[in-house]
């Protein structure tokens, strides 16, 4: 099995401003800006409703589309039956993740750029020097994939919604790897004895799911030792040996340049990330 570290949400280029963490911890990661439907001001979470939270932080203006996806909240919109967690990836990050040989079983870890917020006169702002964090949000186990518009096995109808399908003949036509992965109906890994879903969004902010290093820029990420790469066995995408420092802390990673959005690990030959993955999962209520 392996896991997949995938930048999404809101950032300097796509939004311009973090997604915030509520006072009591749960998570909201704002979906990039596009032209495609839905209209930001038509997508939920717990709630409250994203062209108005947006609007509030940023004094931004809700009529804007966004691109859903990763898609994994589904109180977010109104759905079909037998939704399920999906997330469409192309171009290179999708050619590094078939170069990687990403598929059914994988475990998909999405992170993005937080900041903590609170809430005063009925109108959320964020809190005055709290630190911007790199946090995982949300997780998606493949057990499916599909190409729309690229061959005849037609995704399910349910899915006609998302980017990646409703815009199947533009993807095609700019790209030769157009993928759709749909989330496994269970999320299964060594170790883990609970039945939790296959895709969804992480309850709350706890540390565990913090990538950055407190005091550090965001891209500074700490991990634990079981992380550290080993002679012989494959270390994280994207990422060279000089770019880790090992302390009595663990390890920690700093990045060199611009990395790709998907960042790969083998948990065969770093078997101890299991452990870790059981602690991210604690919060998870079990179905």
């Known amino acids: 099995m392996k896991i997949i570290f995938s930048r999404k949400g809101y950032d300097k280029t796509s939004g311009g401003m973090p997604s915030p963490i509520f006072p009591d ?20 979470f717990q ?6 939270l947006v609007r509030q932080l940023n004094e931004d203006p809700e009529e804007k589309g966004v691109h859903l996806d990763p898609d994994l909240y589904r109180e977010a919109r109104p759905r079909k039956a037998g939704w399920r967690p999906c997330f469409g990836q192309v171009g290179a990050p999708q050619t590094h993740l078939k170069n990687q040989q990403v598929g059914e079983g994988d ?7 937080f900041r903590r917020v609170l809430q005063s006169n009925g109108k959320f702002h964020y809190q005055p020097h709290a630190p ?20 005849d096995r037609n995704p399910p ?3 006609l919604d998302h980017p ?13 790897n157009n993928t759709l992965y749909v989330a496994s109906d269970r999320l299964r890994f060594p170790g883990l004895r609970r039945p939790l879903a296959g895709g969804g969004v992480f309850p709350r902010f706890t540390e565990s799911l913090q990538l950055t290093e407190p ?21 994280l995408s994207n990422h060279k040996p000089e770019e880790w420092t090992k302390d009595k802390n663990g390890i920690l990673l700093k990045p060199v340049g611009k990395k790709l959005q998907d960042s790969v690990l083998d948990c065969e030959e770093y078997p101890g990330v299991f452990a870790w993955l059981r602690e991210i999962f604690k919060s998870v209520k079990s179905e």
């Open 25 to 44: 911890d749960t998570l909201c990661s704002f979906p990039i800006p596009s032209d495609q439907k839905p209209k930001l001001k038509d997508v939920w």
């Open 47 to 52: 709630g409250k409703n994203l062209g108005s």
């Open 107 to 113: 475990v998909f870890l999405f992170f993005g750029w």
């Open 132 to 151: 911007d964090i790199h946090c995982l949000f949300g997780w998606l186990q493949v057990g499916t994939m599909y190409h729309p518009g690229l061959d």
């Open 157 to 159: 109808t349910w899915s």
């Open 164 to 176: 990646h399908v409703q815009d199947a003949k533009y993807y095609a036509k700019n790209f030769s």
């Open 215 to 235: 005091g550090q820029p965001r891209s500074f990420w700490r991990f634990p030792e079981c992380f550290s790469p080993r002679e012989g066995q494959s270390p």
